[in-house]
């Protein structure tokens, strides 16, 4: 993987988080709405043998036209459904391709790494922050952008 593709997967993380968290609640909301359409019973309200002829000979049918309606609705929402489970299968790709590359740094590179693009903190930020509350330690700009350059290097050689 190239260095830049990496720091855009890394700077879009939370965001395709959220995403993720936001197309699978759709994606239920979907399956519901699919559930109650096949649940729908249709039943004829016509109480009298002629009701539905109407003036110009045409026949009202309403449970075929309720049932074509269904049928339109379901296969709209069966096309939204496969619509957001390819968006789910693809940003979870991502997220995942992150969360197997984070895993192979040591805790130090992984929490450098995280607060610098995740977060979006400074490398002054980092050092005297995050590592500080990791070893009760702080370190200079110039060495927390050595660990993330290293980091980011290791991370792309996977």
Not at 102 to 127: F, Q, S
Request: net charge positive; proline share 0%; charged share 40%.
């Amino acid at each position: 993987m190239k260095k830049e593709d990496l720091i855009i997967l890394l700077k879009t993380y939370k965001e395709n988080k959220s995403k993720l968290k936001l197309k699978l609640r759709e994606k239920e909301n979907i399956l519901r709405k699919l559930e109650s359409l096949q649940e729908v019973t249709l039943a004829s309200t016509s109480y009298e043998n002629n009701s539905d002829i109407h003036s110009k000979n045409s026949i009202s049918d309403k449970v075929g036209k309720k049932a074509s309606s269904n049928i339109d609705t379901e296969l709209d929402l069966k096309e939204q459904l496969r619509s957001v489970e390819t968006d789910i299968e693809q940003l979870k790709n991502k997220i995942e391709e992150i969360d197997i590359r984070l895993e192979a740094l040591k805790k130090k590179e992984r929490e450098i790494l995280i607060d610098y693009y995740v977060e979006g903190n400074t490398y002054e930020e980092i050092g005297n922050v995050t590592y500080y509350r990791l070893y009760g330690q702080t370190r200079s700009d110039k060495a927390i952008q050595k660990i993330i350059e290293k980091a980011t290097l290791k991370m792309t050689k996977l």
